[in-house]
């Protein structure tokens, strides 16, 4: 029997270049740099689609969508972010809640970190109280060029579908209910 949660966990990380938008969490944010890499370099989305599919023992997202195939330059990363849903929703779980946090030194995350949500919400189709975001500074890292995403994800097994009902109407008429027989006086 498949047990009933499931615990996955992603991590990833990308440059910042100069003149490129900047995508995190599928929301564009203001900033003079964006994050390079094959596909839009949405580093938090695909720390996500990591942790889904990691949590249903799925390959990873590299290997699904691999950096060599000219298909995903540029690509949307909510696609990889789907394909990691469809997966898990084809294993029988949902999402039950989530947590993330996300280091880099600019732009500040938390102004944005309740708008990123609220985007997550409608992607992951959960509530947005059930995703966590925190917004760390790299001190002492080294990384003050770099974005790095930390997810973990909880999911749950989904309610087993109910049996269809049999609508047919019966061939023979319901006869009616029985009188209960007269008292003796
Ligand atoms: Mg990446």
Same mark, same amino acid.
């Given at each position: 029997?498949? !047990?009933?949660?499931?615990?996955?966990?992603?991590?990833d990380?990308?440059?910042?270049? !100069?003149?490129?938008?900047?995508?995190?969490?599928?929301?564009?944010?203001?900033?003079?740099?964006?994050?390079?890499g094959h596909?839009d370099?949405?580093?938090?989305?695909?720390?996500?689609t990591d942790?889904?599919?990691?949590?249903?023992g799925?390959?990873?997202?590299?290997?699904?969508?691999?950096?060599?195939?000219?298909?995903?330059?540029?690509?949307?990363?909510?696609v990889?972010?789907n394909?990691?849903?469809?997966?898990?929703?084809?294993?029988?779980?949902?999402?039950?809640?989530?947590?993330s946090?996300?280091?880099?030194?600019? !732009?500040?995350?938390?102004?944005?970190?309740?708008?990123?949500?609220?985007?997550l919400?409608?992607?992951?189709v959960i509530?947005?109280?059930?995703?966590?975001?925190?917004?760390?500074?790299?001190?002492?890292?080294?990384?003050?060029?770099?974005?790095?995403?930390?997810?973990?994800?909880?999911?749950?097994?989904?309610?087993?579908?109910r049996?269809?009902?049999?609508?047919?109407?019966?061939?023979?008429?319901?006869p009616?209910?029985?009188?209960?027989?007269?008292?003796?006086?």
């Open positions: 029997m498949p !047990p009933s949660t499931r615990i996955g966990f992603g991590w990380s990308h440059e910042f270049r !100069p003149n490129i938008p900047l995508k995190i969490g599928g929301l564009r944010l203001a900033h003079n740099k964006g994050l390079g596909s370099g949405d580093v938090l989305l695909h720390a996500i942790a889904v599919l990691g949590a249903i799925a390959p990873d997202i590299g290997t699904l969508f691999p950096p060599s195939d000219p298909k995903w330059k540029g690509a949307d990363s909510v990889f972010l394909e990691a849903l469809k997966r898990m929703r084809a294993a029988g779980y949902n999402i039950s809640n989530l947590d946090s996300l280091i880099m030194l600019a !732009p500040k995350i938390g102004p944005h970190a309740n708008a990123i949500r609220a985007h919400s409608r992607l992951l509530p947005a109280d059930c995703i966590g975001l925190k917004a760390k500074t790299p001190e002492g890292i080294g990384t003050d060029n770099a974005a790095i995403a930390n997810v973990v994800v909880l999911l749950a097994k989904a309610p087993a579908k049996e269809s009902f049999n609508l047919t109407v019966p061939d023979k008429p319901v009616p209910p029985r009188k209960s027989p007269a008292k003796k006086k």
